[in-house]
């Protein structure tokens, strides 16, 4: 089955997860301990039901959005994605690349292996990077110098890994942060034989083994080795003082990612943060967390009316673009479905990705009665079993 026959995201993930080897698969899809967070976040979409108008003059949609200057072809954006080159041979830059090209945000994620500065050349500069912070000013100081030299303009921090969470899934796997061969991965890659040559031996060859290149000021050491102060050194020590003192010293626009409770995005407001992202990390950290969709009435509530709040998790069609927009988020961020792309067609493979949502996100603005997406309110939603007009 080929790019051209992936017809959906899960299409697509239906054919990466066969060509990933387990570990790999577990650590792109798997979520923590029972996976509830990891379920919450597709459950709660069946939960919200369209009501759409008919009769309306369609035939000209368009799904474009402005933030902070800048116009993007979709309410769509790239979320950071750790450790992608484990999907795609110089993955990082595939998707950096890909959402240049597509008019798309893009988030380097502090866990990458390419160096930031190449990322933003690969994307015009127009690169968010998200930062892992530990609770001392002294380590973030530097962080923040080499960001501002890279010309990096939107700073997203996140809030929700204070610790490593139980991803008992991945021990079970013996997938290891940092990386560590086991005689059960080797067989794994000889199993997925595709895999072992296009990603893991072409990355080896050409570049060695990758390095975490964005955790800290200067590029870190290989994967398969801890990075000075350890992976999550420090970061169960970061406060809202630290994002003060990061307020006062960063110039550019600042983000928290992980924002759940509507108490947080108050905070976040009044100490100068310029957008919040509604996450349950993928639901890769708490489990038993509601999802985000369910979390995003609340947090819209609690800030100013013209505050963004972006969202990601568990998107997988364009109707579920559509209901975040419509419970009043701006932008909605993916993660999965852009490396299910990649794992399957490499870029080529990325892309497909966006054109699926942009498609069906295009498709069901008609059937909903919208020409765009500022069209979508929350007039179009219901919950279900509500019938009342």
């Known amino acids: 089955m080929g790019l051209k026959d992936c017809l959906s995201i899960a299409d697509l993930e239906r054919v990466a997860q066969q060509r990933m080897p387990a570990c790999v698969r577990g650590y792109v899809c798997g979520g923590t301990e029972e996976g509830q967070s990891l379920q919450e976040s597709r459950s709660h979409f069946g939960r919200w039901g369209f009501v759409p108008r008919g009769l309306k003059h369609v035939e000209q949609r368009n799904a474009q959005v402005k933030l902070w200057g800048q116009e993007y072809s979709l309410p769509l954006g790239f979320a950071p994605t750790g450790f992608s080159a484990i999907v795609m041979h110089d993955c990082d830059a595939a998707l950096a690349g890909?959402?240049?090209?597509?008019?798309l945000p893009f988030i380097i994620s502090g866990a990458s292996t390419v160096a930031l500065e190449r990322l933003q050349q690969e994307n015009q500069q127009r690169c968010w990077y998200q930062a892992y912070l530990p609770g001392d000013m002294e380590r973030i100081h530097p962080l923040l110098e080499r960001l501002m030299q890279a010309k990096i303009e939107v700073l997203v921090i996140t809030i929700d890994t204070c610790v490593a969470a139980n991803r008992e899934n991945l021990e079970r796997l013996r997938?290891?942060?940092p990386f560590k061969l086991s005689p059960r991965l080797v067989w794994d890659g000889v199993c997925h034989p595709r895999w072992s040559l296009n990603v893991f031996l072409r990355t080896v060859l050409a570049g060695g083994i990758p390095r975490f290149a964005n955790l800290a000021h200067t590029?870190?050491?290989?994967?398969?080795?801890?990075?000075?102060?350890?992976?999550?050194?420090?970061r169960d020590r970061l406060t809202w003082d630290h994002?003060?003192?990061?307020?006062?010293?960063?110039p550019g626009k600042l983000v928290l990612k992980g924002?759940?409770?509507?108490?947080?995005?108050?905070?976040?407001v009044s100490h100068g943060v310029d957008a919040v992202m509604v996450s349950t990390h993928g639901g890769r950290q708490l489990d038993g967390c509601i999802s985000p969709l369910q979390a995003?009435?609340?947090i819209k509530k609690a800030v100013p009316e013209d505050f963004p709040v972006f969202i990601d998790g568990g998107f997988r069609r364009g109707t579920d673009v559509l209901k975040a927009i419509a419970l009043g988020a701006?932008?909605?961020f993916i993660g999965r479905p852009q490396l299910f792309g990649a794992a399957v067609g490499g870029k080529a493979g990325i892309h497909h990705a966006v054109s699926i949502l942009r498609s069906e996100i295009l498709t069901n603005l008609a059937l909903l009665g919208c020409k765009s997406v500022q069209e979508v309110t929350p007039s179009v939603l219901k919950p279900v079993g509500e019938t009342t007009f």
């Open 98 to 103: 890909a959402a240049r090209e597509e008019r």
């Open 330 to 332: 701006q932008m909605v």
């Open 243 to 250: 994002i003060c003192a990061i307020r006062a010293q960063w």
């Open 296 to 298: 995003l009435p609340d």
């Open 175 to 177: 997938f290891t942060v």
């Open 259 to 268: 924002v759940m409770h509507p108490e947080d995005a108050r905070l976040a």
């Open 219 to 234: 590029a870190g050491p290989a994967i398969t080795q801890d990075p000075p102060n350890g992976f999550r050194g420090g």
